[in-house]
């Protein structure tokens, strides 16, 4: 039963050390010498296992001061690492300070803006209402003009038939006083009676008659200076033959009176037809020279005035659509800021 005992202890130290067999005494024999045996091994067992603790505690011994100066050098570099993020928190929240301040200021300017920006669009909406109300007046204004202009439909359209009638007489003033003219100008019809188009056509077409007008004037004019000129030119000729027939017949008239010849009966009819024949023609030629000269005044002044009235109306026009779309840009650009 010993052995068997010490031999299952022995089992279970074998992981330390081998035992075989009992120590054997040469003192003792027989049971005591198994007793000493079992004694003697359970002794080596427990000075085995106290070796085993013992170096099993100078291992644990030195494992813990190993771990220990590892420790210390984590908890050393922890401490340094905790040093530094004490110095970046630090940083940061002098960094989270100034961000706070500047959300803050932020805060404050958007605020500011905010209400700078509600008082704009307040001062906007007021103007752009008032724009309306401007655009819906220059609207009206705009319809009462073109209301107008329909309304001087009729007097465009009579000025066109008497731009017309003057293009024809004036026509005819050239042909009167050049015949050739006929042959040059091929301007016996007119080209600018009123349509049925727009009234801005009718304006154009009456602004053509007009320059057209204005050319035949100075057609006209060259024309009327030039028989003027001609008329003038054979009137000193006729003086000039006047004078040198007078003079011819006073010559005679004196050599007859040599002669012993009396024209006195004759001289006051002579010379009475003579006055008579060259205050005939001076008033002729003075007559039809002024007529011509008053009929090229009075078309040149009633074309000048046509003119103006069609340039007048025109350019009002003009002015009242280069308002209008003027403030609807506006209109519209106000609107685009709103949005």
């Known amino acids: 039963m010993l052995v068997s005992g010490i031999e299952k202890i022995s089992g279970k130290v074998r992981s330390f050390k081998s035992f075989s067999g009992l120590p054997k005494s040469q003192k003792y024999t027989g049971l005591a010498s198994v007793a000493y045996g079992v004694i003697k091994r359970a002794n080596e067992i427990v000075e085995e296992l106290v070796r085993e603790i013992d170096k099993s505690r100078n291992e644990a011994r030195e494992q813990v001061d190993q771990r220990n100066y590892e420790i210390a050098i984590e908890v050393s570099q922890l401490e340094s690492t905790i040093s530094n993020l004490r110095l970046e928190v630090a940083e940061k929240a002098s960094v989270v300070d100034e961000l706070e301040r500047g ?87 007119s080209f600018f009676m009123p349509q049925e188009t727009e009234m801005e056509e009718n304006v154009r077409a009456s602004l053509a008659g007009m320059e057209s007008i204005f050319e035949l004037t100075k057609v006209v004019s060259e024309k009327t200076q030039s028989l003027v000129e001609e008329k003038s030119h054979e009137l000193k000729i006729l003086n000039e033959t006047v004078g040198l027939l007078v003079k011819e017949k006073e ?29 005939i023609n001076t008033v002729d030629n003075s007559t039809e020279e002024n007529e011509i000269y008053s009929l090229a005044s009075t078309l040149e002044n009633i074309v000048k005035a ?29 609107t685009k800021e709103l949005n």
Do not use: C, F, W
Not at 255 to 273: A, F, I, M, Y
Not at 308 to 329: A, C, G, N, P
């Open 103 to 189: 959300v803050s200021e932020k805060e404050k300017r958007i605020g500011e803006l905010e209400r700078d920006k509600l008082e704009k669009v307040s001062v906007l909406e007021g103007e752009v209402v008032e724009m309306k109300l401007l655009v819906d007046e220059y609207d009206a204004k705009l319809k009462a003009l073109e209301v107008k202009m329909v309304a001087q439909r009729p007097l465009l359209v009579e000025q066109l038939n008497l731009v017309s009638k003057i293009h024809d007489q004036l026509y005819e003033v050239v042909r009167i006083v050049d015949v050739n003219s006929s042959e040059e100008l091929d301007l016996s019809e």
């Open 251 to 279: 010559h005679i008239e004196n050599g007859l009176r040599h002669v012993g010849v009396d024209l006195k009966s004759t001289k006051p009819l002579k010379d009475e037809n003579v006055q008579d024949t060259r205050d």
């Open 306 to 334: 046509s003119q103006l009235k069609i340039v007048e109306l025109q350019h009002s026009l003009e002015e009242s659509r280069e308002e209008t779309s003027s403030l609807r840009k506006q209109l519209d650009s106000q």
